[in-house]
């Protein structure tokens, strides 16, 4: 009884686990669907602010040749180019002139289209009628729908046979007329599972989530929007910019080890 009672929430715990990583899987398929476009701009930006910034690290070792310079300026070159295209794809908010150029976040010139992307995705992976089945039937709260679903079957079945019912009565007795209406409710309950399935087209086109979701984020605004994705990238923009950082220094030590060879 007692190692029963240690294993039960061990087990909830194991499953806790598992939908966590199975829904952080998820959400990290919805975040590259949503940012390869943006690969491609941070590989580019990787290439002019590196030259850009090269030609400054150029001019530091001409005036002062330290070696230790050379790591050290790499660092810095890959550190900022990262940080700085990492923030060029959400800044600025609002379109912006600058000599002739217009700049906007990339994210924020695309907000119709990444909305699409978005609601595309967390419908059609996540929040699918299938999965909002599941979670209703057999999710913690699915005794609730069960009672609810008893009550509902309970009325209906009342409402169904109420010109009929005292003839009922009076045939099989208030016990065995009462205990065929929860007999109904206990086979629509066991029956419910096996055929929702059909349902899940026509709930699909009624509930419409992909096309409400999409709306309601092309209506946001700029900062709203933003505040809707940006966070998500956030926790992993540290580790995308220190990564340029590092391959910057290594790239300074493999000059250094070239320049005094």
């Not at 907000?111 to 009628?129: F, G, N, P, S």
């Not at 009076?170 to 206990?186: P, R, S, V």
Request: glycine share 6%; hydrophobic share 55%; with cysteine.
């Amino acid at each position: 009884m007692c190692s029963q009672s240690i294993f039960v929430p061990y087990a909830s715990y194991v499953r806790i686990l598992l939908i966590a990583f199975v829904g952080f899987i998820l959400f990290v398929f919805v975040l590259l669907c949503l940012i390869i476009q943006e690969f491609g701009f941070i590989r580019r930006s990787g290439f002019y602010f590196g030259f850009l910034f090269g030609l400054v690290q150029m001019a530091v070792w001409f005036v002062y040749d330290a070696s230790w310079t050379l790591p050290f300026c790499g660092f810095m070159v890959g550190w900022i180019t990262n940080w700085l295209a990492l923030k060029l794809i959400f800044r600025p908010l609002r379109p912006i002139k600058v000599c002739g150029f217009t700049l906007h976040g990339l994210f924020l010139k695309r907000q119709a289209e990444v909305a699409a992307t978005y609601a595309r995705v967390i419908i059609t992976e996540i929040l699918h009628v299938q999965a909002i089945w599941d979670a209703i039937l057999t999710g913690p709260l699915s005794k609730n729908f069960h009672a609810m679903l008893r009550a509902h079957t309970l009325a209906f079945t009342e409402k169904l046979v109420a010109e009929l019912q005292p003839v009922a009565v009076a045939a099989m007795g208030y016990d065995q007329f009462a205990q065929m209406k929860e007999d109904i409710a206990l086979k629509v309950i066991e029956r419910l599972p096996t055929i929702i399935d059909r349902s899940y087209e026509y709930t699909q086109n009624a509930l419409d989530m992909e096309n409400t979701l999409r709306t309601k984020m092309e209506e946001l605004s700029p900062e709203d929007f933003e505040g809707v994705l940006h966070p998500a990238f956030e926790q992993d923009e540290i580790e995308l910019i220190a990564l340029g950082g590092a391959l910057g220094l290594a790239v300074g030590f493999i000059q250094i080890s070239t320049l005094y060879a």
